[in-house]
Nanobody, 121 residues
Framework: QVQLVESGGGLVQAGGSLRLSCAASGRTSNNYAMVWFRQAPGKEREFVAGISWSGPRTYYADPVKGRFTISRDNAKDTVYLQMNMLKPEDTAVYYC??????????????WGQGTQVTVSS
């Protein structure tokens, strides 16, 4: 079993920055792919960014490309999402997930509880 806990969400003005963290515990593996999803009210959960164990390689959804950066610290079993130039449309609950295969669909075995990110105009 793997437990994931997100932190770092909050309220920020448009153009500002936040850094989210996702700490993993339990039977963790450095070979897990780690991803971030987000879900706004009334919308489907959507892929934001992912990072593989190989490379590591990173992947970004088009709306966040060039603004968000995903990274991982395997020694700390932690993945980060640096969010710059935030826009109101980035407002959502952000979820961390982990699994053996990186996909852009929400097919992961392990999920965090989510952290709220609110971007004001």
């Amino acid at each position: 079993q793997v437990q994931l806990v997100e932190s770092g969400g909050g309220l920020v003005q448009a153009g500002g920055s936040l850094r989210l963290s996702c700490a993993a515990s339990g039977r963790t593996s450095n070979n897990y792919a780690m991803v971030w999803f987000r879900q706004a009210p009334g919308k489907e959960r959507e892929f934001v960014a992912g990072i593989s164990w190989s490379g590591p390689r990173t992947y970004y959804a088009d709306p966040v490309k060039g603004r968000f950066t995903i990274s991982r610290d395997n020694a700390k079993d932690t993945v980060y999402l640096q969010m710059n130039m935030l826009k109101p449309e980035d407002t959502a609950v952000y979820y961390c997930a982990a699994g053996w295969v990186l996909t852009t669909t929400p097919n992961y075995d392990y999920w965090g509880q989510g952290t709220q990110v609110t971007v004001s105009s």
